[in-house]
């Protein structure tokens, strides 16, 4: 079973892009396909699979979402914006182009070879100063909570003082809990940030699915920077993000959010797993 494929980055969260409109995978194959070709070392290896698919309705192109242990996932804003620019390249939409997402339809624009602009689901419910009290080190007490579109995206924004001088590994204990905290029924993206003496953001995401911290995070990003410029915390506009895998801008205009970041294609060829054909054997 060989398949057609690009791997692509933004920000340093890494993808793999097929084009599922030629392929015709199922939502349980591809579910399946997430979970063998994203394992790092055992084979291709990437936070998820992204699958362009045949439109529902108005859009351009339909994008499904898998996160490296195979649960879809409602949207991913790096995500969109290396599938925007993967479906350009492919003559599949134009510079300007509508990407359908199980979270709501997202605009996306081309700004140049490698830069790309998509507008994230908009925030549908929000929650700030949310009470926590089981932080062992007793450094966060009060949490926002941001969902972006319908049906959500749920993310926690966590004020962390001094983010930049502590390692990931001591702050895994943390993540989890916020991860995982009972009261929220879907869990949460769980976004770590502080802001720098030049007024820019340091952000570091530990991502459902994911089960970690990664590199980049466009929906958390956009979180952070509807959060800190919904209580005017915000000095800048646009909302400059360093996250571990770069840089990444957020224009916050009310309720609209406008990710923007380079993108980067790693490879393109031909998956050969040859332990795919046990997870397929209909094929």
Known sequence: ????????QGAGN???????????????????LAKQICQRKRSVGSDALMA???????????????????????????????????????????????????????????????????????????????????????????VDYVELGDPAIPHLV?????????????????AKKLR???????????????????????VRTFERGVEDFTLACGTGSGSVAYSVTAKEKATKSPVILQVLGGTLEVAVNDQELYLMGDTNIIVKGLVTDEDLPDLFPEV
């Open 14 to 32: 890494d993808f793999i892009v097929i084009n599922n409109q030629e392929l015709k995978f199922s939502g349980e194959e591809l579910s399946r």
């Open 158 to 174: 966590v004020h962390y003082p001094g983010l930049a001088d502590k390692p990931l590994t001591e702050l895994q204990e943390l």
């Open 180 to 202: 995982f905290w009972d009261k929220l029924p879907k869990g949460a993206n769980v976004n770590f940030y502080d802001e720098m003496a030049n007024g820019e953001l340091l």
């Open 52 to 142: 362009l698919d045949t439109p529902q309705a108005e859009g351009d192109f339909r994008m499904r979402f898998y996160n490296a242990d195979g649960t879809e996932a409602e949207m991913c804003g790096n995500g969109a914006r290396c599938i925007a620019r993967y479906a350009y390249e492919q003559g599949i939409a134009d510079e300007s182009m509508t990407i359908e997402t199980v979270a709501g339809d997202v605009k996306a624009w081309r700004l140049d070879k490698r830069r790309y602009k998509v507008q994230l689901n908009a925030p549908t419910y929000t929650k700030f100063d949310w009470d926590f009290a089981d932080d062992p080190e007793n450094v966060v007490k009060k």
């Open 1 to 8: 079973m060989d398949i057609p494929f690009h791997k692509m």
